[in-house]
């Protein structure tokens, strides 16, 4: 049971870090595919700050201080930017280098729920900043006539 806190926080913190890292390494193979990712997730988070400004929800652990938190965070919930970041690069990772892709879909699913399994967010929250992820790569891609 001692490691389920830090296998959580592995997740929930720090293994979007190592897909910043892989979208990097495979960004030396592809141009495109950097400025493309690079393009997708600043968009995705312009619009997510916009959204939770105008949306703000309260965290799990703000709305029921019974629960404790495995990573700190201070802005509202709504929608997970780990989450939308995640789906974003799986998107054009996928999309680019298809070998990768269930890496990487897996990768950001686990994200998705390690944020949850913190209990920094609800499963709603990184539903919608996934699908945002999703949405905004593939935007990027039809509007640049890529892929």
Known sequence: MLYYPLFVILL???????????????????????????????IVRIV??????KFPV??????????????STS???FPSVHAALAGAM??????YFPKY???AFGMAILIALGRVLALVHYPRDV???FIIGLGISWLVLKIRGEK
């Open 12 to 42: 929930a913190r720090y293994l979007l870090w190592v897909m910043f890292g892989i979208t990097l390494i495979l960004g030396f193979k592809n141009n495109k595919f950097l400025i493309n990712s690079v393009l997708s997730l600043v």
């Open 48 to 53: 997510e700050g916009i959204i939770k400004f």
């Open 90 to 95: 799986a998107m054009m990772i996928g999309i």
């Open 58 to 71: 309260d965290r799990p652990f703000i709305a029921n201080p019974n629960l404790i938190p495995l990573v």
């Open 127 to 129: 539903i919608v900043g």
């Open 75 to 77: 802005d509202p919930s």
């Open 101 to 103: 892709r269930i890496l």
